[in-house]
């Protein structure tokens, strides 16, 4: 049966139609549940070993998320919207003391309903990546709503 599906495979890989080809994989894959043909396409491909090690294990479903965690991604952006509130305060604000970090940590805390400590750790974290970001993802990171 392995032997039936390997050449099914290697006939519309080498197929032109990438339309008929990504129709089977999806079928294969979703439909049925077997992940065979796509994890051996990935082993065989030209991706690095890092790369093939982790998709294959995320396919097969040996690499899962910790149960009730939210997700990373989300996390990262509260985060950033975070800190960049603090910058955006302290560039902003009209504070006139030396501890203008700190004025903007307390007002960016107040404004997002968190504790300041979280503020503080989101700036540390993020602090020099903001600084380095250009104007379009400031602004997708200004425009984030938690």
């Known amino acids: 049966m392995t032997r039936k599906l390997i050449s ?8 032109q139609d990438a339309a008929l080809y990504t129709r089977f ?3 294969r894959s979703a439909a049925e549940g077997d992940h065979g043909i796509l994890l051996a396409a990935i082993r065989s491909s030209n991706l690095g070993e890092p790369y093939r090690a982790v998709l294959t294990d995320l396919i097969a479903g040996k690499l899962k998320r910790t ?7 989300d996390q990262d952006m509260r985060q950033l919207h975070r800190a960049l509130t603090v910058l955006d305060l302290e560039q902003f604000g009209d ?10 940590v307390t007002k960016a805390a107040e404004n997002l309903r968190c504790a300041p400590r979280t503020v503080q750790n989101a700036l ?12 379009d993802f400031l602004a997708m990171v200004r425009a984030f709503k938690s």
């Not at 149960?67 to 991604?73: F, G, N, S």
């Not at 504070?95 to 903007?104: D, F, L, V």
């Open 25 to 27: 994989l999806k079928q």
């Open 67 to 73: 149960k009730h965690r939210p997700h990373k991604k």
């Open 95 to 104: 504070w006139k003391s030396k501890n203008s970090r700190e004025a903007a």
């Open 124 to 135: 540390s974290e993020f602090e020099d990546l903001l600084r380095m970001a250009d104007a």
């Open 8 to 15: 099914m495979w290697e006939a519309l890989n080498n197929a």
